[in-house]
């Protein structure tokens, strides 16, 4: 149990545009997700807490106009990384916290702008 | 804030032999930790998690020591397997829900 996936694991595309990265918990509900970010041979670095029925709490630093998290139901969160560019390139990494199972991640998903 | 930080950014070791992989945090508030295993271009793996009110855990051929007085964690694998290599990342809640991660340590088993 307690398995979150993440959709789709690779994507690229061009400057300017903006691509959405769903995070799914398949059999629990997460009121709460959270959203990493990990650079090549880094660690992985926090970036929002995303609330069902609210706004996300970001971390400070990152922008909350240009990374948009939308939690509209109990088992899904999406973020949004809008006009992206190069530097934007990460691997993003989701996680929910079912009751008494820790932290669960997704498999990450891998961008690239060009 | 939380800073979790590890001692070694690479360790090698031979097949068979145990592994140790430390991690030093910040916040004496931190009540939860966990180890986790990440492969290339995957999601973190849960290893094994701890709680403050402990000092030892252990799991299959995995074993997590907690030191609150130095805050140090430790993380020891058995018979160290090549489907062990990986990098390792220890995290902790500082007094939230929030999970800090320390930098990780490459491990690489050589056969």
């Known amino acids: 149990g307690a398995v979150v996936s993440q959709h789709p694991s690779w994507v690229i595309c061009k400057s300017g545009t903006s691509v959405k990265i769903e995070c799914r918990s398949l059999?629990?509900?997460?009121?709460?997700m959270f959203w990493y970010r990990q650079f090549p041979k880094q660690s992985l670095m926090l970036m929002a807490t995303?609330?069902?029925?609210?706004?996300?709490?970001?971390e400070q630093g990152v922008e909350k106009d240009k990374f948009l998290i939308n939690h509209a139901s109990l088992t899904l969160s999406t973020l949004t990384v809008t006009s992206a560019h190069p530097e934007d390139s990460s691997f993003y990494i989701c996680?929910?916290?079912?009751?008494?199972?820790?932290?669960?991640f997704g498999s990450g998903t891998r961008l690239t702008v060009v | 804030g939380e800073s979790v930080g590890l001692h070694l950014p690479t360790l090698s070791v031979q097949e068979g032999d145990n592994s140790i992989i430390n991690c030093a945090y910040s916040n004496s508030a931190s009540d939860y930790f966990i180890w986790y295993k990440q492969e290339s271009g995957k999601g973190p793996q849960f290893i094994i998690d701890i709680r403050s009110n402990m000092d030892k855990r252990q799991g299959q051929r995995v074993t997590v020591l907690l030191n609150k007085t130095v805050k140090h964690l430790s993380l020891q694998i058995a018979a160290t397997q090549p489907g062990d290599s990986a990098v390792y990342f220890c995290?902790?809640?500082?007094?939230?829900?929030?999970?800090?991660f320390g930098t990780g340590t490459q491990l690489k088993v050589e056969l």
């Open positions: 059999d629990f509900q997460a009121t709460t």
């Open positions: 995303s609330n069902e029925g609210s706004k996300a709490t970001y």
């Open positions: 996680s929910a916290s079912p009751v008494d199972y820790g932290y669960t």
């Open positions: 995290a902790a809640t500082g007094g939230g829900n929030k999970l800090t």
